[in-house]
């Protein structure tokens, strides 16, 4: 066992403890790096080896020599008696979506290849301020815009840690293949439709989108702006909640940052789930997608998914939960058409910024007026992912089509809200104080498998979409293997701002589950 | 279902979108665009009562945890310099950029 093997929990004890230098568990981190990860993503960058494919390619920028002189001055106020942190010397990574000052900002695109950011994100800002060490900064897909994490400019894409043939989801997927391979405890993604908890469920560890409005979004290089959600991922729900607390809490630099104040995850996380309604929900066990032909298919989520969520609930039963079977969300369907509009829409307005001409990458070629330079910068910078959300977001909000297409979804959003509204109403006839369901339809897909289709890889986050419609709060937390080997995650769902109730029902399952088989089994990178 | 994004329609789309984009790019966007409106088609089906309204974002922001604007304070800028490196090109403190054409509106 080395420190890098540890949770960010122990980690934080034996640093606070002096029992180990934060300067040393820096370097363990730094080597198990160095052993898993392979050559970092970058541009250009040829022909994918046989090497290349053992590896699992999670960070874009390593930022050592800032991460010692960070070490270096935890181990110091410890020696002076000062306490850094609730993270004290505990290593972090962090999705390269964020703004760090002083390092490259790519957002995995090249039009953003050379932007150093000359400000830090408020989560990355609030994290050092509590202890603790960024390692640097790790791969996605492009902008966020995927569920795979393949359509980073930045290649090798990261690969998954149980299976390097198959991905790590997305788009936090560097975030979670990090944690995953122990390359660090925790790390830093966001969820604009499931871009944490579908990652987290793909390579075996805990993600969390808090609540919007519930982590500052400043620093964040927009996708869907009323989507987006800043949040933790770390191997177990203890590290998650350490995390988050840091993180959460108004922000004066983000007007939707909620002023309402942060619960204490940790002090009641082991305080058990009796008399807690939990809810089953029909439509969280099956998809609904489009066909080749335009028809519409039902598909029941994988036999193992649903044994691993209903396995679940008999064990949260058993600690003196409430179950409750047919909670009905019938608007589930809708949330990835609604999705296709909404985010289209704000990702083409985010991304108008990128042209050229304050920041980032400005073509070679000699032009000699400007609209020209916009359209050969963008051309150029842009991979094909941004420039498909950018023409569909255009298209579906233009005069002529907004009311088909942009409104309607803005108000399918409000019925998917009220199928929330409704099941944790405390005086409605569910009264839930979670819904438990599988986080992802499927297992890891193969490398390759489903890229480029944008339409069925979008279908990856049909039961985690919904949960950003709304703005509630969901968790993905690792329930098994299936019969691959590959990862299994359950999802938590609750109502607005209940992320310590949420935390509290996945640290249940998890002590429940503590002495599970599957649980001493560790990713294939790590063996 | 027809093909809604005709290569007109994509044609007049990458040129408010300011892309230049290759033959092989534009083919495959084209076919993507379609594929996803006939996803999107499905939200076309749903019931919708007239007086359900628009979710700009799904959680409510009472007064209560809304942050009120901050005061409309001038705040120095103390890394301008840093800021305008980042341009691509830049001269004397400016942002340089290509020509303007003069276009009269029709």
Known sequence: ?527 | MTELITPDIFIHLVDLAALDLTPEQGEYLRRELNNQLKAIHELEAIPLAADVPISLHGVPYPQAISPALRADEWIPCTDAELIIAQAPQSADGYIVVPDIPHTTLE
């Open chain 1, 1 to 527: 066992m080395e420190l890098c093997d540890l949770s960010a929990y122990e980690l934080s004890q034996l640093i606070h403890q002096r029992k180990a230098s934060a300067v040393d568990v820096l370097k363990a981190h730094l080597k198990r790096i160095e052993a898993v990860d392979g050559r970092p993503g970058s541009l250009d960058a040829g022909e994918i080896t046989a090497e290349d494919k053992k590896k699992v390619h999670a960070f874009i920028t390593l930022t050592p020599e800032r991460a010692q002189a960070q070490a270096e001055a935890v181990d110091a106020q410890l020696a002076a008696g000062e306490d850094p942190g609730l993270l004290a010397g505990v290593p972090f990574t962090v999705k390269d979506i964020f703004c760090v000052k002083g390092t490259p900002s790519t957002a995995a695109s090249r039009i953003l290849a050379n932007f150093n950011a000359p400000y830090t994100a408020t989560s990355v800002e609030r994290l050092e301020a509590a202890g603790g060490i960024m390692l640097g900064k790790v791969n996605l897909d492009e902008f966020t815009h995927g569920s795979s994490s393949e359509s980073s400019a930045f290649q090798p894409c990261p690969r998954n840690p149980w299976n390097t043939a198959r991905v790590v989801g997305g788009s936090s997927g560097g975030s979670a293949a990090s944690v995953a391979a122990n390359e660090a405890p925790l790390s830093l993604g966001t969820d604009t439709a499931g871009s944490i908890r579908q990652p987290a469920a793909f390579c075996g560890v805990v993600g969390v989108k808090p609540t919007y409005g519930r982590v500052s979004r400043y620093g964040l290089i927009a996708f869907g702006s009323s989507l987006d959600c800043p949040g933790p991922i770390g191997r177990n729900i203890t590290d998650a909640a350490m995390m988050l607390q840091v993180m959460a809490g108004p922000d004066r630099r983000d007007s939707t940052a909620a002023l309402k104040p942060v619960d204490d995850y940790l002090s009641r996380l082991e305080a058990g789930v009796r008399g807690k309604r939990i809810g089953l929900s029909p439509d969280y066990f099956r998809i609904v997608y489009p066909t080749a032909s335009g028809e519409y298919a039902e598909k029941a989520v994988p036999p193992d998914y649903e044994k691993a969520v209903r396995q679940a609930a008999q064990l949260l039963a058993q600690m003196g939960a409430e179950i409750v079977e047919d909670v009905p969300m019938p608007n589930t369907r809708y949330g990835i058409p609604a999705y296709f509009v909404i985010s289209r829409v704000e990702a083409a307005s985010n991304l108008h910024r990128f042209d050229g001409v304050k920041y980032g990458y400005r073509t070679a070629q000699v032009v000699d007026e400007l609209k020209t330079l916009y359209r050969k910068s963008r051309g150029e910078g842009l991979g094909l992912q941004p420039k498909l959300r950018i023409l569909m977001g255009m298209y579906v909000s233009a005069a002529q089509y907004s009311e088909q297409y942009y409104r309607r979804a803005l108000r399918v959003r409000t019925l998917i809200r009220n199928d929330f509204e409704q099941v944790f109403d405390p005086a409605g006839p569910y009264r839930l104080d979670a819904l438990l369901t599988p986080t992802t339809p499927t297992p890891a897909f193969p490398i390759g498998e489903v890229y480029g289709d944008t339409v069925l890889m979008q279908y990856a986050d049909q039961l985690t979409v919904s949960a950003n419609h709304a703005g509630t709060p969901g968790l993905s937390l690792p329930a098994g293997l299936d019969s691959e080997g590959l990862p299994i995650g359950i999802q938590l769902l609750g109502a607005d701002f209940s992320e310590a109730n949420l935390l509290q029902i996945g640290r249940a399952y998890e002590m429940a589950t503590a002495n599970a088989t599957w649980r001493l089994v560790k990713p294939a990178v790590l063996s």
